[in-house]
């Protein structure tokens, strides 16, 4: 009698992208449709952003900045006022184009000279600032997070980690800085900075203020993570193999403690165009005529009145849009990264 040998079985290996597709966390975010429509959303208005010289064509100083004598070139991306456009779009693309110096808002069906497709208020073209706004708040909303984000994420390690009196001061410091009401302090902060530079940029000093007291959330959400971590077994292996503090906080506890914080990150997008709207709305934010949907809005609330419905509605749908998609789609993240709730 003969036997035959079987040929050993293969095992596929899977790439990357397959093992973080078919992961758990991945799996039920998948099966979330309110996340998944936020995620969408959320897209649309990063392409929007991101092609604004070509949904809101370029026009006066903006136009001769790029270096082109017409809108149509724009649209050729073998020339370098397209690549300038979408990528490093001078200061004076984000000046809402002036169709008027009338102040009294002018619907759509009135506008023949321009594409205003939302009207005017204040002689300017509300559908260009809306376009080029949205931009400004994917910018200044990634900015600021990454920002408060980062100096949390250590100064929480380094509480978290070290415990003792160093635990002590900074979770001190957090609860004075807590305890204070945000936007007062946000206001405070930006009035000291604008009085010293009057008439200048608020770019930089709308990002300080939203940023010194944007940090203590994160800092404390992940010191309680870290306290966690830092008991595992695999730290104390690393720590016998000889590795120094900052090693074990940089490679070993942050990465695994970045779950809860990186979620509310999310959440947070959506809140700081909210914020940067309010200033606008309170004259300390961004000069009159620049392309940010509180300007749109400020301007709109000297024409609360049925017949301009145009001048509030249309800004106040980007804003809702915006924060109800980035909101979605971090509820959903946060489910699908929290272990208890698979």
Avoid at 6 to 18: D, F, G, I, N, Y
Avoid at 75 to 83: D, E
Avoid at 167 to 189: E, H, K, S, W
Avoid at 313 to 319: D, L, N, V
Wanted: aromatic share 12%; hydrophobic share 50%.
């Amino acid at each position: 009698m003969t036997t035959t040998a079987s040929a050993p079985l293969t095992v596929r290996e899977k790439s990357r992208w397959q093992l973080f597709w078919s992961s758990p966390g991945v799996r039920k975010l998948r099966r979330n449709p309110l996340a998944i429509t936020g995620l969408i959303v959320t897209v649309l208005f990063a392409l929007m952003a991101l092609f604004a010289p070509l949904i809101a064509r370029p026009t006066g100083n903006c136009l001769r900045d790029l270096g082109m004598t017409s809108q149509s070139q724009i649209f050729n991306p073998l020339g370098a006022p397209f690549w300038k456009g979408v990528l490093a779009p001078p200061g004076s693309c984000y000046k809402m184009e002036r169709v008027s110096f009338g102040q009294e808002p002018k619907p759509a069906s009135e506008i023949t000279d321009t594409f205003a497709p939302f009207g005017t208020v204040n002689g300017y073209n509300i559908f260009y600032g809306l376009v080029w706004g949205t931009r400004t708040a994917l910018k200044m909303s990634f900015i600021i997070v990454a920002i408060t984000l980062a100096i949390g994420v250590i100064i929480g390690t380094i509480s978290g980690f070290y415990g003792g009196w160093i635990d002590n001061l900074i979770q001190r410091f957090i609860d004075v800085l807590i305890a204070m009401p945000g936007l007062v302090l946000t206001v405070v902060i930006l009035t000291i900075l604008r009085a010293k530079n009057p008439g200048g940029d608020p770019t930089v000093p709308i990002i300080i203020a939203l940023t010194v007291g944007g940090w203590a959330g994160y800092a404390r959400y992940i010191r309680g993570d870290v306290l966690k971590v830092r008991q595992l077994e695999y730290v104390d292996a690393a720590r016998s193999l000889g590795a120094r503090d900052w090693r074990l906080m940089f490679k070993h506890v942050i990465p695994n403690s970045l779950t809860t914080v990186f979620t509310l990150a999310v959440l947070d997008l959506a809140t700081i165009p909210l914020s940067v709207a309010a200033l606008s709305f309170l004259g300390l934010g961004f000069e009159p005529g620049y392309s940010e949907w509180g300007q749109l809005v400020d301007f709109a609330r000297a024409w609360l009145k049925p017949a301009y419905w145009y001048t509030l509605i249309y800004p106040a749908a980007f804003i809702v849009a915006f924060s109800l998609a980035l909101n979605l789609f971090g509820d959903g993240l946060r489910d699908a990264l929290d272990p208890r709730s698979r």
